[in-house]
């Protein structure tokens, strides 16, 4: 009987141990970032601006506190037609102001670096299989910003379907301030063929004076879950859209052969 208990009273133990493992979030949320070349210096510095400052914002920081376990995980990469491992800032918890200015100082030291091609696709491979972690978020969230179409790499549509199957939610930041002529319902294309997932939105930038708040807004609302009073547009669109149309494009007017890209 004793060894009985006491090999109940072990599996008891590894049962809380394997429990505790997980470290209990609001929202793990992935910050996927353009820096390809179609993005000129002023919208790159913009960009990485806009994301600092949100993330030392008081709103922001009061977003974060006032969730159910007033604490989320962040981490933030860079893509354009691949991921380099090197743009990778690693999961950190924000729980208040020290948190956050820790996280938006990694962010602001890093090289400005830009690449050819743009993979949605590929960043939002990546992005999901960053979850892979040891947090346990009641959402999870990628949040995608790029000013132009997937237009390399696998097609964009099966890879937010996935991730979406998965339960992670997608969000889009378009940006349009100088939107290609070839392609510029960039809003719209994001809005059917990349964004998905319970509460999705995306939320286009179409001025330069519009980022710092864009970001700070969109971030704000990753972390409540909830859409303020003037909501971004839905995510749920008519299908329309070509949704391949940037990859045709490339293959047509520019690289059709692409081993050495990004070298």
């Given amino acids: ?7 109940m009273l072990c599996l008891g133990c590894d049962i809380a141990a394997a429990t505790a493992v997980d470290d ?16 000129d210096p002023e919208e790159f ?9 949100a993330l030392r914002h008081a709103d922001f920081v009061r977003a974060v506190q006032a969730g159910l376990y007033g604490r989320i ?9 691949t991921v380099r ?3 990778v800032v690693a999961w950190q918890v924000i729980d208040g102001a020290e948190s956050a200015e820790s996280f938006a100082a990694k962010l602001e030291a890093r090289p400005a670096n830009t690449w050819r091609g743009t993979s949605i696709s590929g960043a939002l491979r990546f992005g999901s299989r960053l979850f892979d972690n040891e947090f346990e978020g009641m959402r999870r969230v990628i949040d995608i910003s790029g000013d132009g179409p997937n237009n390399i790499g696998t097609p964009v549509i099966p890879e937010r379907d996935a991730a979406v199957a998965a339960g992670i939610v997608i969000n ?10 070839s392609f510029a319902e960039l809003d719209r294309y994001y809005a059917e063929c990349v964004t998905g997932g319970p509460g999705s939105f995306v939320l286009p930038i179409r001025k330069s004076s519009e980022f710092a708040t864009a970001i700070r807004r969109k971030l704000i609302l990753e972390v409540s ?12 669109a008519t299908p329309v859209m070509d949704c391949e149309r940037g990859q045709r494009n490339r293959r047509l007017f520019s690289d059709p052969y692409f ?5």
């Fill in 1 to 7: 009987m004793e060894s009985l208990l006491a090999l």
């Fill in 24 to 39: 209990p979030v609001d929202v793990e949320l992935v910050l996927a970032v353009d820096t390809s070349r179609s993005m």
């Fill in 45 to 53: 510095d913009l960009q990485r601006a806009g994301y600092v400052d």
């Fill in 73 to 81: 995980a962040v981490t933030y990469f860079e893509w354009a037609g």
């Fill in 85 to 87: 491992d090197e743009t």
């Fill in 172 to 181: 889009g930041l378009p940006i349009l301030i100088r939107p290609s002529q």
């Fill in 225 to 236: 879950g909830t859409l303020d009073a003037a909501p971004p547009v839905p995510a749920q």
């Fill in 259 to 263: 081993p050495q890209l990004d070298r």
